[in-house]
């Protein structure tokens, strides 16, 4: 049997393991499977990485959104195998496996050598931080569903500590908020987590976690490099954007490069120090270093695996790679196609058929990206992007309700493209059915 192997659970290789596992590793009609095929992933589940900023702001639980590959891989004929992807030998068509560390350090699994006829590696992206002196020390991520729970945690907490005046309270009639988060990067990350914190104060004080006036108390300053926040949409998007958040009482800092990150404080490269009891770096993304290290596959200089337009990797025709760590291009623009969840969806269905020509033999066909626009959610207030090309024929600005409408329904397309529209139709109706029973907000 070919076996394929899937390096990376997220929203494009997911569905590609589980698209290959419905049709090449079931049996069919009393037949044989016909490929074997095995993801590979650090974590034991998934999370749609898009909703993490809903997880930091406690709008999300993300034990009710989280998929369990083991039984993701039951449901569809393929195997999961947990571990992280630490070397390639091309040679021998194979790759190996760090081991894998319970939260006591002892070892669950050993480092293992997995061999493959193709191998897709999907492994996404992570934070990169510029080598901005004290980032990565005294600001938190978002990559992972710990990082944003470890935020949340510590919001909490530290509405908490205002009410009580512990640590160096800030003096009531001083004009300035009791609690300041600083998010740095005014791209979707930004922007959104941003909106959904406006949100957290409001509903935490109305639960009495605290007694501090949402809006005037809970201060909250997004800092953005460049000269508008969202510099990867259209201007008009940004500015509408903009107009949404001021009136949420979100500060605007833009054209203020962060120089330096430290306990309590923000420095800009200007000179000015913003106050921050809470620090979210969100100013970029790159590819994770391991690429490089991949027995002679070529990197650009974002870390990015280089690709054909057939996604194959420039040096090997065995080994492919989409999302966010492939630096495909964009035939008619200047850059490649972006690191973003729709991109990752369309490589996806692509590869299900490439890959169906590849085990029969025939040449495979070239990726081409259809941009249908971006959407950025500002919570439960309102959501603003634009749509493109096939959705409207041209190029329209919405928001409003609307705008929620189409960005909540990126999320349950996912779902379907992972088990079918029925089930997610039902997932749908339990989602709604939980919401009427819990806090809008998690509480502890």
């Known amino acids: ?8 659970g997220g929203a494009g290789g997911l569905e590609l393991a589980t698209r290959l596992g419905d049709r090449y590793a079931r049996r069919k009609s009393g037949g044989e499977p016909r490929g074997q095929v095995t993801l590979v992933d650090r974590n034991p589940t998934h999370i749609w990485k898009p909703l993490l900023h809903e997880v930091a702001a406690g709008s999300m639980d993300p034990f009710t959104q989280e998929l369990e590959y083991a039984a993701q891989a039951r449901w569809h ?6 571990g992280e992807l630490v070397a390639l030998n091309r040679t021998a068509k194979s790759i190996t496996l760090g081991r894998v560390l319970d939260d006591d350090g002892a070892e669950l699994l050993p480092e293992r050598v997995l061999e493959y006829d193709t191998l897709v590696i999907a492994i996404g992206s992570t934070t990169h931080f510029f080598g901005v002196q004290g980032a990565q020390e005294y600001s938190i991520a978002l990559d992972t569903v710990h990082q944003a729970e470890r935020f949340r945690k510590r919001l909490i907490a ?3 500590r205002a009410e009580h005046q512990v640590h160096e309270p800030v003096e009531a009639n001083s004009g300035e908020p009791r609690i300041q988060v600083a998010i740095v990067g005014g791209g979707a990350t930004g922007v959104e987590l941003s909106a ?3 949100n957290t104060a409001q509903v935490l004080s109305a639960y009495g976690l605290h007694k501090l006036d949402p809006r005037h108390d809970v201060g909250i300053v997004l800092i953005e490099a460049g000269p508008r926040i969202l510099p990867a949409l259209q201007e008009r998007v940004s500015t509408a954007t903009a107009e949404l958040l001021q009136k949420l009482g979100v500060k605007l800092m833009v054209g203020e490069t962060v120089a330096e990150v430290a306990p309590g404080v923000v420095r800009t490269a200007s000179g000015k120090s913003i106050r921050a009891d809470l620090t979210v770096w969100a100013a970029g993304i790159k590819a994770p270093p391991v690429l490089g290290q991949l027995d002679g596959l070529a990197v650009n200089r974002l870390g990015q695996l280089e690709v054909r337009p057939t996604l194959q990797t420039t040096i090997d025709d065995n080994v492919f790679a989409l999302g966010d760590c492939a630096a495909c291009a964009w035939p008619g623009n200047e850059r490649n196609v972006p690191p973003r969840a729709q991109a990752a969806h369309q490589q996806a269905s692509f590869l299900l058929r490439a890959l169906g020509n590849r085990l029969e033999g025939r040449p495979l066909p070239e990726f081409t990206y259809r941009d249908f626009g971006s959407l950025v959610s500002l919570g439960h207030f309102s959501a603003v992007g634009n749509l493109m090309g096939g959705v409207i024929g041209g190029n329209m600005l919405i928001e409003g309700l609307f705008a929620r409408f189409m960005y909540m329904s990126l999320y349950r397309l996912h779902i379907a493209a992972l088990h079918g529209y029925a089930r997610m139709v039902l997932d749908t109706f339990a989602h709604w059915l939980r919401r009427t029973t819990l806090p809008r907000v998690k509480l502890h």
Do not use: K, P, S
């Open 196 to 198: 959904e914190l406006r």
């Open 77 to 82: 004929g393929f195997e999961f195998q947990q």
């Open 158 to 160: 530290a509405c908490m």
């Open 1 to 8: 049997m070919h076996r394929f192997v899937v390096v990376g």
